[in-house]
């Protein structure tokens, strides 16, 4: 089964409203990352989170983490149509050596 | 510009015609990785390398070959394709020879049909 399983798998708001996407996963990991995707297009990088913190913030994103109930969120405030995409956490397991396990991804709608 | 390039974008190929994919980026990264995404399944990983003539199985090797003779390219090889790798391709590579302390840089894709 996947490690990262993303909640919701799909999500429709306004433009304007804070969208929350939730990430559960299985095992202990070293760092936790989301990234976005763009319908078709190649992945890209928004935050990482790594096991010893608790909150991180970039521009609209805030991403929280805890490790307690393996889990973590998305929150991106204030949302804009150009928003719209899929979003994926991607878990760096302790016990995975070098490699990333994505989850399935939540599909953000924003309407304008 | 920092940037993995994938080369086809798009592919049509008929059952058994061996193909090359091929992937480069121009960051110096120690890492790189091959990922396919299949709707209803997420990413998978394939294959990845943490250094020249290094490479590892991912979670789905099967019917697929890499090699890493230079550190900027990382070409995905199918010997023989079947319609059931018909699926969306990813390249992706990493600062950090182990690939996953820092983030990924993705590649724009390769879409492969396999009829």
């Known amino acids: 089964s996947q490690q990262g399983e993303e909640d919701p798998q799909a999500l429709s708001i306004q433009e304007g409203e804070n969208a929350t996407m939730n990430c559960s996963y299985k095992?202990?990991?070293?760092?936790l990352q989301w990234y976005r995707q763009n319908s078709g297009r190649g992945l890209v990088h928004l935050i990482l989170i790594r096991s010893n913190e608790r909150e991180k913030h970039s521009g609209r994103l805030r991403v929280t983490l805890d490790t307690s109930k393996k889990s973590s969120s998305l929150l991106i405030t204030a949302s804009r149509a150009a928003d719209t995409a899929s979003y994926f956490c991607?878990?760096?397991?302790?016990?995975?050596?070098?490699?990333?396990?994505f989850g399935e991804g939540t599909q953000l709608t924003v309407n304008p | 510009e920092a940037q993995v390039t994938q080369n086809p974008r798009y592919l049509i190929t008929v059952t058994g015609k061996k193909l090359t994919v091929t992937c480069s980026q121009n960051?110096?990264?120690?890492?790189m990785s091959w990922y396919r995404q299949d709707p209803g399944l997420g990413l998978r990983q394939i294959y990845y390398?943490?250094?020249?003539?290094?490479?590892d199985k991912g979670d789905v090797p099967e019917g697929y070959k890499v090699s890493r003779k230079e550190k900027r390219n990382f070409p995905l090889i199918l010997e023989s394709p079947s319609p059931n790798q018909t699926s969306l391709y990813f390249c992706?590579?990493?600062?950090?020879?182990?690939?996953?302390?820092?983030?990924?840089?993705f590649g724009p894709g390769t879409r492969l049909t396999v009829t």
């Open positions: 960051m110096n990264h120690e890492y």
């Open positions: 095992t202990s990991i070293n760092n």
């Open positions: 992706a590579s990493s600062l950090s020879r182990t690939g996953n302390i820092h983030e990924q840089y």
């Open positions: 991607a878990t760096s397991q302790e016990t995975s050596g070098s490699r990333l396990t």
């Open positions: 390398s943490m250094n020249v003539e290094v490479t």
